[in-house]
């Protein structure tokens, strides 16, 4: 879901013309949001200038490298669903050993607060300056997600997983470049008594390409927040661009998204998709089309747990971001046996071996 433009710290007295801009910033797209043929034109042609312009180097990337990205008929099928329904899932991508080894390390870091401070809802929104000093529970009772700390630096099984090959060539297929944003993160999602944040209907992006890839640690039944996904609501179409979120009516309901009454309007509840999947289970979705996760089938279940994976967000080029390709951590010694492939998604934070924080890290790779 998106979330709000950090402020930027101006004094007021510098800009005196502030408060009139904002209200055109908040009416002109409510105005446009009533009348969905123009709100589709709009997103379509600024797709366009973000796939074909500002994207054309990534574009060139990917076509360069054409021979790293051969898919086998599996991997087409992954990409074909996407562009038709604007999601895929595979379940039994990974094997459940390899999972659960993911798992019971990301469970201990989750619960040590080994996490990241700022990557928070709360933080976003400036309703807390970051996570220190509160406990897990109070996190769980209180936070929608959570994140952990450089995963890639502590869990060694992580890589190849987050790094699949399999799941890079389908990414790269599917967005036609080398995207811009490549981020691994391992998330912990807290169930509550109701929908928080992106757990309401929304569309990631419509300014730009979004995919997000999930690898579930734990089994996805209702009890454990599956992914909702109204197939076909990827496209721009004018159909899609009708529904309209709560902050778009100017309701303070459903943390700004969509209601669940909205999106029935145009969309029917017996056609939603709810992803559930056993661990190891991948589900990706074109973050353009209209979601929601994890939804818990009923909020306020006391059967109802929180949902552990790992999550890959993607995207192309967004008016006004400039990505510095550094999301990920990596260690160098991992780094250096990355494939061809991996590199070209690996975003790398190098970290090197010698470095004073991790000396026990350091000891075992003999530097
Ligand atoms: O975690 C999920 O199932 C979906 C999350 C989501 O849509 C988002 O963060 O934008
Ligand atoms: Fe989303």
Known sequence: MSTPATMTGK?????????????????????????????????????????????????????????LFGMTDFESAQVQSLR???????PRYFAPGVVDCIYSQADAMFRNLQIDMRWAYSVQHGQRDSLEGLSYEQLAATEKMVALRDPL??????????????????????????????RVTVVRDFPHNRP????NFHKDNDESDSLQIFVYLVDIDDFCGPLIYIPWSNRHDVRSCRPRLSRDLGIDANDGGLSDEEVERVYPRNTWAALHTARGGLAAIHGNGIHKGPAWTQPGD????????????????????????KENRIWRSDFDRMSPLQRLFAHASIVEETTQLFPAR?????A
Request: hydrophobic share 40%.
């Open 11 to 67: 004094q007021p007295s510098a800009t005196a013309a502030i408060p009139q801009r904002t209200a055109m910033f908040r009416i002109l797209p409510r105005t446009i949001r009533k009348r969905p043929a123009l709100y589709s034109a709009i997103c379509k042609s600024r797709l366009f200038y973000s796939r074909h312009i500002a994207g054309a180097r990534a574009k060139r990337e990917y076509r360069n490298n054409s021979s």
């Open 84 to 90: 038709t329904l604007g999601y895929t899932l595979a």
């Open 153 to 182: 630096l502590h869990i060694p099984e992580l890589l190849d997983v987050a790094f699949h090959e399999s799941i890079l060539r389908i990414a790269a297929n599917f967005l036609g470049c080398v995207p811009p944003l490549y």
């Open 196 to 199: 928080l944040h992106s757990s």
């Open 302 to 325: 006391p059967n109802n747990r929180p949902r552990t994976a790992i999550r890959l967000d993607l995207h192309g080029h967004k008016f006004g971001i400039v990505r510095n390709r």
């Open 362 to 366: 350091a000891r075992r790779a003999g």
